[in-house]
């Protein structure tokens, strides 16, 4: 048995070609060489690894035991030296063509239009499509490169780059809070007036505790509900009544002073869960460029904590 790192990625190759079609000659036509040499250069991984990888005869050539335990090791290093390759290669490129985006409806509206432009100018060769959809995305199915999403992240079977934590709070406008008030418990809520959304699966449920204890439910009797939280929040800043809503979406307008947050002893959500808000992109070893650059200008534009986020 010779050293085995004399080993080379061709020859590798080539015992995998020869493993699947069982036949020199297939492989020889697909590499453009004689199936002479992919002969030759299977005896030479025989006599480097001293084991015999395949019978031959003038129908076949059928891998041995050891043919068949080695074809594992082989994809596996060659999947590696590809990637690494990949890799170098990428280092090089700049990214460029169509990459494929898909968020949520009013997310994509506040957080990611926005910052399109400066993407553009940082890579001018990159193609934007962007899909906006509070529908559920399968990534591997559906026509997306980059899925945009907030909720709680328990699927394996894809990779997501978690930008931070979303966060809820009770709000309402300066004008309410002086007309009537605002609670500071859970229990006073039922004195004011609500907007709610109402989603697919029914109205939000508003979830309180005070720091470090369990969530309680608090059934809320709405004034409003909506299924479009745009609308709902115009009303509250008009003054009609108090809102949960997460911070992404009316961070900007706290900040201006337009709304208040009302009951800051209590924290507020409603899913027990953390509701992370996260890229997500198939189950890939190694990313295309393409894919890496934007969720890394995004993580760059959110920055931690993500910019709408206060104390």
Same mark, same amino acid.
């Given at each position: 048995?010779?050293?085995?790192?004399t080993i080379n990625f061709r020859a590798l190759l080539f015992f995998i070609g020869v493993f699947d079609a069982q036949s020199f000659s297939v492989v020889a036509r697909r590499e453009g060489v004689s199936a002479s040499m992919v002969s030759?250069?299977?005896?030479?991984?025989?006599?480097?690894?001293?084991?015999?990888?395949?019978?031959?005869?003038?129908?076949?050539?059928?891998?041995?035991?050891?043919?068949?335990?080695?074809?594992?090791?082989?994809?596996?290093?060659?999947?590696?030296?590809?990637?690494?390759?990949?890799?170098? #290669?990428? !280092? *090089? @490129?700049?990214?460029? /063509?169509?990459?494929?985006? &898909?968020?949520?409806? $009013?997310?994509?509206?506040?957080?990611?239009?926005?910052?399109?432009?400066?993407?553009?100018?940082?890579?001018?060769?990159?193609?934007?499509?962007?899909?906006?959809?509070?529908?559920?995305?399968?990534?591997?199915?559906?026509?997306?490169?980059?899925?945009?999403?907030?909720?709680?992240?328990?699927?394996?079977?894809?990779?997501?780059?978690?930008?931070?934590?979303?966060?809820?709070?009770?709000?309402?406008?300066?004008?309410?809070?002086?007309?009537?008030?605002?609670?500071?418990?859970?229990?006073?809520?039922? #004195?004011? !007036? *609500? @907007?709610?959304?109402? /989603?697919?699966?029914?109205? &939000?449920?508003?979830? $309180?505790?005070?720091?470090?204890?369990?969530?309680?439910?608090?059934?809320?009797?709405?004034?409003?509900?909506?299924?479009?939280?745009?609308?709902?929040?115009?009303?509250?800043?008009?003054?009609?009544?108090?809102?949960?809503?997460?911070?992404?979406?009316?961070?900007?307008?706290?900040?201006?002073?337009?709304?208040?947050?009302?009951?800051?002893?209590?924290?507020?959500?409603?899913?027990?869960?953390?509701?992370?808000?996260?890229?997500?992109?198939?189950?890939?070893?190694?990313?295309?460029?393409?894919?890496?650059?934007?969720?890394?200008?995004?993580?760059?534009?959110?920055?931690?904590?993500?910019?709408?986020? $206060?104390?």
């Open positions: 048995m010779q050293d085995v790192s030759r250069v299977i005896l030479q991984l025989e006599d480097t690894l001293g084991q015999q990888l395949f019978y031959r005869n003038t129908r076949a050539v059928i891998p041995t035991e050891a043919g068949r335990l080695f074809i594992d090791s082989a994809r596996a290093m060659t999947e590696q030296l590809s990637e690494a390759r990949k890799q170098l #290669q990428d !280092r *090089s @490129l700049e990214p460029s /063509g169509l990459i494929r985006i &898909n968020a949520p409806v $009013f997310f994509g509206q506040r957080h990611i239009a926005p910052w399109l432009t400066g993407l553009s100018t940082r890579y001018p060769k990159l193609s934007i499509e962007l899909t906006q959809t509070d529908d559920y995305i399968d990534p591997h199915r559906d026509a997306s490169d980059v899925i945009f999403r907030i909720g709680t992240l328990t699927d394996s079977s894809f990779h997501a780059r978690v930008f931070g934590t979303q966060r809820y709070h009770l709000v309402a406008s300066p004008n309410y809070v002086r007309e009537h008030g605002a609670p500071t418990t859970p229990s006073e809520i039922s #004195q004011h !007036r *609500s @907007l709610v959304y109402r /989603g697919s699966s029914g109205p &939000n449920r508003w979830l $309180f505790r005070k720091p470090g204890a369990s969530w309680t439910h608090l059934p809320v009797a709405a004034l409003l509900t909506s299924n479009n939280a745009e609308s709902l929040l115009t009303a509250g800043l008009g003054g009609m009544g108090i809102m949960l809503f997460p911070d992404w979406l009316i961070g900007d307008s706290i900040k201006k002073g337009c709304l208040v947050r009302v009951m800051t002893d209590f924290e507020a959500a409603i899913k027990t869960e953390a509701q992370h808000i996260a890229a997500i992109y198939p189950n890939a070893r190694h990313p295309p460029l393409n894919m890496r650059a934007v969720i890394d200008y995004f993580v760059e534009v959110y920055g931690s904590p993500m910019y709408w986020q $206060f104390d």
